[in-house]
């Protein structure tokens, strides 16, 4: 094979193996000695650390190579192979799976360190700790993948996990509702993925089906079914990564506990979308309307689920309709083609909303799991080593000039201008205003201002160092990842852009200064704004608003889960009872079930010649003789 | 003794069910006789599958002449078809003995004739030993349901055996039929599988007993909409039965198709195909979707399996390889998963006395391991990658996708149909808050686990490596296809020759 | 000449059968059957007069014989009926009305 690397398996391999020990050490004690959690902590964290190491090696040796050959390449065996269909259990390490390794493992890491401290005293931790690394293990499955199929294994490994994870507290019916509902959209988006990765393999999949060959013949690709391609992929992307109609799993899945919503739901499993669409950069540039599609779809979900964003009570669903709504940036970026960019801001994403789930995680833990912000408030005193870093996060969420944030997503803004399309900026430019102004609505409502609950304010205590500790290791990432991609305008390199090049299939744009300068001073502006309304309203004393009219239908995220409710939900359970209680019985069954009747019918007919007379039945004997003798005669012509 | 393979486990089991009958034994000597059988069955059937190697001629034959006559012969072996059912069906008998504890030991028995006759109908070679073994395979059942199901036991038996005996008569027909045109064709009498496969069969005559054929597997496998014995079947039958139902019998009817109808009927089975391939693919939605307000556990099971035999029989449909592999992978797959399924819910109802899903609650709680099987057999069964159940209904779909978009698309649709059914069931018997009868439920016991873990070891080893399984059927599922994309082209040409007239 | 014989047989035979529809007593029906057989006896012979063979006769004794065991289980069977209703009225008899 190619150049072969032994170890890159070993990157998912570890964190499943731990999930495996975990688990079972998990089943064979919950009911009766407990192990230590301490046990269960360091055996969870060992995988990922690991993991971590070999991703930084991965990432070493990938920059030691020439730049156009920077790929590395481990086939274990072959998996399926089916006639044309040869697909090996392998993995590909290049610079865009590099870099996603790396987030993925050390953001994976902080959180199962935090998550020692959060999750500390529950009865099901070692369980926790095993679904968490089977969901790390998954994640690194579906970035290492070297084929859309490998990468299918990981893609719905991490929606079981998702799933496991929401509805980890499963006594309460309602989070496992909340799992059942994240497990089922995703499915409805992972059919959109067979079929098109389906699709895809009876168009070009015959050479080998995997990202290097499926790019090697990508121009034979017929253009329809290119089109028909790229769509049922996004079709997948929109459940993952939580879009336009499918994302309404997102908020729901908060049920979980909360490192769960920042490892999974934040910073790495909702990604994969913007991921898989850049893996397949190679189809989408052949198809600048799916492009568009995905960009107009992405930037009206950045829209739609900040202002549901504005008007949230609850912290983490406000944290998660943001999430949603840097997703649809993402997408924006990927589907304009600028898929570095798209990559950047999920890279920079990942520490500032891990960083605000965690601080979030670090102030409910302090309440005692009270996550309504109406009831906080004047927590900066209490929490300061939360408040700190919180800050920098939401400054980052924000797009405060110089944090991580500001440039990512100044850079998705300034490509849309870039590629002329003037109406995605502007949509953009007004969900950075609403993002900057619910983002300190939220802060300043939970930390300034005087506390809501007093009896809640008094309990509350900072939480314990290995929960600090990952909160200025990620407000560090926080605030410097933006450095990494510095534009020229700032003096910058794009040093990002530079190291994914090689596998991404993008166009840029010759850069214009006038452009740039629009874009920069767009947003700075949207921050300006958003955040002084934030501060008039909220800054000094807050006080719960009372929403009516299209505030309140705001509030009531336009009803959509309601109208998806009535509109699926319901009439497949009708459609369920009718066809089992009706249709089964009487319709399906009814042939069979008449045909009986039928016999039956028969039989009572017959049976008025069974009069049980012996002289009766001599005279059928003798009416059967003569008409047989009849017979006889008539043929024999006697 | 290696050279009777076949024989052995066709008439050990055969015989020992029998003498169970004849001796005046107890019901727990019988369990260890079966047990102990069943077992040596399940290793020489490993054994088999070990030393199969991959082609496409038919292995371990044997041949004799019963009623030299008529051409009639003793006449059994395997193939790349036959094998993975073979497996299917002798290593998974030993679950119920070791799982069920039944209080008579005609269950036993009746188990043991099952088993002996279903090996036989996998290995036949002679189309009248096909059918005979086919006939003796649903007696057992008969007596199964009959005897030791539950309430409306009566009504269930006369449904199953009447509607398939219904079928096989019609497949009766259709056998006769062939032998006749295969004597007035060659002059000689014949009902082996390999000299019927050559003849020429044209008009309104093959066109019946095609039908005939397809009927007697559809009310087997059961297609939509032959099905409705389906339902009151499994629901009635005691666990171990529904078990053999659902995990081997209804995959011999997939087989059948395989073996009996592709190669001798190709005209008309590529004529049907699309027909036939919808009628798969609606009893998986239909089924699937009738799952999901089903108040009993089994019979929630019940629809489950009979919409994923929807998938499976749709995989011989596309006729391509791709699904062809996919349904005969799919059919271990699904025996495997489904069959873990009905296992632990015999466990359940054997200890909680109900199958309400609505008396449940919290068992994970209380029996994490248990939990754990039936999360791994569930997620095998809704086609979760990493266990068997994705490389079959993958297969499937993709091979559906080439035969006809819309039925692929359709075909898709299982992925959500099968989540939406199962995990609200998981909700309700695992999640959610314990009640009085859960709070007593103990988990698997030591036997229970070392009878049930390897067989979700396999589920998972199944997907994670399903190469050795793929390579044994490919040589024969690639010869079948072949017949069949040649006489698709030929149909395809003599239309476009009509249009052009 | 013997066309006479024949139709004398049929008479006797259509006599018989007349007698077994419409006769409700258990020993009329049983003579009418005798009468039956006796007259497929004389069809017998006759034929075999007319072809000049024994194979008629033998038959005509082999259908005695038959006769006369049928009459010993059957009298023994009317013994019964008689035991079991008290009367030997065939119309008594109708377990097999459907």
Known sequence: MEQSTPYLGFIPLLPLAGALVLGLMHIATCQGKRIPDKLYGILGCIGPFIALILAVKVFFELKALDEGKRVLLQRVYNWIEVGDLKISMGFLADPLSSLMLLFVTFVGFLIHLYSIGYMAGDKNFGKFFAYLNLFLASMLLLVLGDGPVVMFVGWEGVGLCSYLLISFYSEDPANVVAGNKAFIVNRIGDLGFVLGISFLFWGIGADGFDYISLEASATNLNPTLGLTVCLLLFVGATGKSAQIPLYVWLPDAMAGPTPVSALIHAATMVTAGVYMIARFSFLYVQVPLAGEIIAWVGILTALLAAIFGMYQRDIKKILAYSTVSQLGYMFAAVGLTAYSAGIFHVFTHAFFKALLFLGAGSVIHALHHEQDIWKMGGLKKKLPVTYWTMLFGALALAGCPLFSGFFSKDEILYSALAHGHGAIWFIGLIVAGITAYYTFRMFFVVFHGKPADQSLYDKAHESPPVMTVPLVILAVGAVFAGFLNLPHLFGGHLMVSHWLSPSLVEHHPDPTLALELLAVGGSIVAFVIGVSIAYRKFGTKAQEPVYRGFHKFAENKFMVDELFGALIVTPYRYLSQGISRIIEPWVTDGPLKSMALLYRLSGLAFKVFQVGLVRVYAIYMVLGLSIMSFLLIKTLNL | MFDNLLTVMIFGPLVTGLVLLLLPLSSAIARFAGAFVSIICALLGVKLFADFSPATSVAFHQSYPVIPSLGINYSIGVDGISILVLLVAVILIPMVFLLFKEKQKGYYANLMVAQGAMVGAIAARDVIMFYMFWEIMLLPIFFMIGLYGGERRVAATIKITVYTIAGSLLMFASIVYLAIMYQSQTGVWSFAMDSLTSLQLTGTGATLAFIGFMVAFAIKIPLFPFHTWLPDAYTEAPTGTTFVLSAIMAKIGVYAVIRFVVPVFEESFVRFALILAFSGVIGMMYCGIAALVQKDFKRMLAFSSASHMGIIALGIFCMNLQALTGTLFQIVAHATSTGVLFLLLGIIEERMETRNIDDLGGVAYRAPLFAACFAVAMLASVGLPGTSGFIGEFLIILGAIKFNILIGVLAGTTLIIGVCYMLWLFQRVFFEKQNKRTEQFRDLSLLETITIVPVILLIIFMGLYPQPFIERIKPAAEQYTLILTDRAEIADHTISETIAK | ?98
């Open chain 3, 1 to 98: 000449m013997i066309h006479n014989y024949l139709t004398l047989s049929v008479i006797l035979f259509c006599l018989g059968i007349l007698g077994v529809i419409s006769r409700r007593n258990v020993f009329i029906v049983f003579m009418a059957i005798e009468l039956m057989l006796n007259a497929a006896n004389l069809g017998f012979v006759t034929l075999s007069r007319l072809h000049l063979s024994m194979d008629g006769h033998v038959l005509a004794l082999m259908v005695m014989a038959v006769a006369a065991a049928e009459a010993a289980l059957a009298l023994a069977v009317v013994i019964l009926l008689h035991k079991h209703k008290g009367k030997l009225d065939t119309d008594v008899f109708n377990l097999l009305k459907g």
